[in-house]
């Protein structure tokens, strides 16, 4: 019996071989650029402490740090270039859906791949370019790390131990209180929750934590808001 192969499906399965090769190289270049900015941002926060903040916005300083921006990983580049069945430079919500079944095995709805394209769309074009794509890869990397790893029965569902062990995988520490509240926010009896819920939650509190971070400059823990600003705060993450 002869068997068939179309071109197309053999391409993808190719690509699918070379990405995973690409992946632990790709794993360490990011674990390199995650070093980098830890040690920038020790070095600013002795700088502030020091309250030398001209020293700071001097050029020679940001050059030792900043230099030409780094290019894309082959993986991500292959990835995206498959995904953008359109060649417009952006992948939608759909694509994106595509994507994740493709090379991660993993479903998630229409609604969890429309919140991600709009938060991580930071241009507001519409769709993720390569860039905003690259950034996305590198945070659900690290959260499907966390879930799969705690979500010990593969039942897609993680229950209040398991979410507290994933989030602290990922150096995010909250009281059992607030991790109950995190799974139940939607569903008061829900007692588990799932990967699309899973993932609509770590974007959440990223995107919240960086705009904490943006107005804590001292990196004391603390902030003082005006109500304006709250707000704002609160409708650039949703």
């Not at 991790?179 to 007692?191: D, E, G, M, V």
């Not at 934590?209 to 705060?233: A, C, P, Q, S, V």
Request: charged share 30%; aromatic share 14%; proline share 2%.
């Amino acid at each position: 019996m002869e068997h068939h192969y179309s071109s197309s499906a053999y391409d993808t399965k190719k690509l699918i071989c070379t990405y995973r090769c690409d992946e632990e190289n790709f794993a360490k270049e990011h674990q390199r650029e995650q070093q980098k900015e830890k040690i920038l941002a020790k070095a600013i926060k002795e700088l502030n402490h020091r309250k030398t903040n001209s020293f700071l916005e001097s050029p020679s300083f940001i050059s030792q740090f900043s230099g030409q921006r780094p290019s894309v990983h082959p993986a991500v580049e292959k990835w995206f270039r498959t995904m953008d069945t359109k060649n417009e430079g952006k992948i939608s919500s759909k694509e994106l859906q595509l994507a994740f079944e493709t090379f991660q095995g993993k479903h998630f709805s229409d609604a969890t791949c429309k919140f991600v394209v709009r938060l991580f769309d930071l241009d507001k074009n519409g769709g993720l370019d390569i860039r905003e794509f690259e950034t996305l890869y590198f945070y659900i990397k690290q959260w499907l790390s966390a879930f799969n790893t705690y979500d010990r029965d593969q039942s897609g569902f993680l229950d209040e131990h398991e979410l507290d062990y994933a989030l602290k995988h990922m150096d995010i520490n909250f009281s059992p209180d607030f991790i109950r509240f995190l799974i139940t926010r939607n569903n008061p009896k829900a007692r588990k929750m799932s990967l699309d819920q899973y993932i609509i939650t770590c974007i959440q509190i990223q995107r919240f934590t960086e705009e904490f971070k943006n107005r804590d400059k001292d990196f004391t823990g603390n902030i003082t808001i005006k109500y304006e600003d709250f707000l704002e705060m609160i409708l650039r993450c949703l």
